[in-house]
């Protein structure tokens, strides 16, 4: 009789988990990378989001930036979006979130019970006939392949992998069919007009390479610290030196980006100065704040507790893209993620046994 794979998974990882103990030297996932033929490439490409362009921003300016990383060739996207999970759990436990329920859950839903209806499933539903249908695409896929693949995205609650497969459709394709209902047709239509980096450039990459979908690797889990500790954390973002670090000059350039990308030339000049790798000025100011925020007198702690929630959610983003990572091992991955999260994800994804980063800095040449 074979053993289940969960107990063989767990007798492997307690013998690696105690292997180390008879090594002088410390474990370090990194010691094993030379074990590994082809590493997994990742790049994460520090973004400013969209959504502060001033009112006549046109997306074409993107271009270069695409057409980089185009060039670099990624076979598969992650953006800084919830996953379906996700937003379904904020929204079952909405209580305990009230706020971020309805910050990031109820758009997202709405689309989804819009969609529900169209293929006849619930969210989880949807997202395990979204994964079967992947399983067996085809390599020519049918305008009615797609069609029903981005409603069954749509209902899942994973809109932007939708919009991979409406942007693949020709014009004429983006037909209310196959599980698209003329108000969902609608919806997509409008969420393609988006000012968000996840759609103008993770989704439009994804369907210029002929990805099937991205892969959302955000999470809020751990906004109930700070909502349980709101008053607190107002009152200690209030005080005057703390003001004084969050408005230090060397964060103007970061603060400033999305006013900055109003021609092609301006484009490629910000992502490089917001991926200019282990930039002295970027390590000067992570430095003042975490030493601000993490002091030595114990009278305060709301600056620590801050800090924890922000590592929380950069460790359960690290940890999405290392669940996505596992199914490209030896491939070329990019995450499309909020500047201020680089720093930590380099950080993390550093320490895993098959990765190693790309320099973005190359890239966007």
């Known amino acids: 009789m074979r053993a289940p794979a969960v107990v063989v998974t767990l007798f492997v990882v307690s013998v690696l988990a105690i292997a180390p103990l008879s090594r002088a030297e410390p474990f370090d996932p990194r010691d094993y990378q030379p074990l590994v033929k082809h590493l997994t490439r990742v790049l994460v490409l520090g973004m400013t989001h969209l959504y502060g362009t001033p009112k006549e921003w046109d997306p074409d300016v993107l271009k270069p930036l695409l057409d980089r990383l185009a060039a670099f060739g990624p076979d598969a996207i992650m953006i800084e979006a919830l996953p379906g999970e996700s937003i379904d759990a904020l929204w079952r436990y909405r209580r305990v979130y009230p706020e971020v329920a309805t910050d990031y859950a109820v758009r997202y839903m709405d689309m989804a019970a819009l969609a529900s209806t169209g293929v006849q499933m619930d969210a989880p539903q949807a997202e395990a006939e979204a994964r079967k249908t992947l399983a067996t695409w085809p390599e020519q896929p049918t305008a009615a392949n797609r069609?029903?693949?981005?409603?069954?995205?749509?209902?899942?609650?994973?809109?932007t992998s939708a919009l991979v497969q409406w942007w693949q459709l020709a014009p004429g394709e983006r037909m209310a069919a196959d599980g698209i209902s003329a108000p969902l047709q609608k919806q997509l239509n409008a969420l393609a007009g988006n000012r968000n980096e996840g759609q103008l450039i993770g989704a439009r990459l994804a369907a210029r390479l002929g990805l099937p979908r991205v892969y959302p690797i955000d999470d809020h889990s751990a906004d109930d610290v700070e909502i349980a500790h709101s008053a607190d954390m107002e009152t200690y973002f209030a005080q005057p030196w703390?003001?004084?670090?969050?408005?230090?000059?060397?964060?103007?350039?970061?603060?400033?980006?999305?006013?900055?990308?109003?021609?092609?030339e301006q484009v490629l000049e910000t992502y490089r100065?917001?991926?200019?790798?282990?930039?002295?000025?970027d390590a000067e100011v992570i430095d003042r704040y975490l030493r601000r925020m993490l002091p030595r007198d114990e009278s305060d702690l709301t600056g620590r507790t801050q800090i924890a929630t922000l590592e929380t959610r950069n460790l359960r983003q690290v940890a999405n893209i290392r669940e996505v990572a596992s199914q490209y091992p030896g491939r070329k991955l990019l995450v499309i993620i909020g500047a201020s999260h680089k720093p930590w994800l380099h950080a993390y994804l550093s320490m895993m046994t098959d990765i190693v980063l790309v320099d973005a800095s190359e890239i966007l040449r």
């Open 242 to 264: 703390v003001q004084e670090v969050l408005n230090d000059p060397r964060f103007l350039p970061m603060k400033n980006a999305a006013r900055n990308l109003n021609t092609p």
């Open 147 to 159: 069609r029903h693949l981005a409603a069954l995205f749509a209902a899942s609650g994973d809109p």
């Open 273 to 281: 100065m917001l991926n200019a790798g282990h930039a002295r000025r």
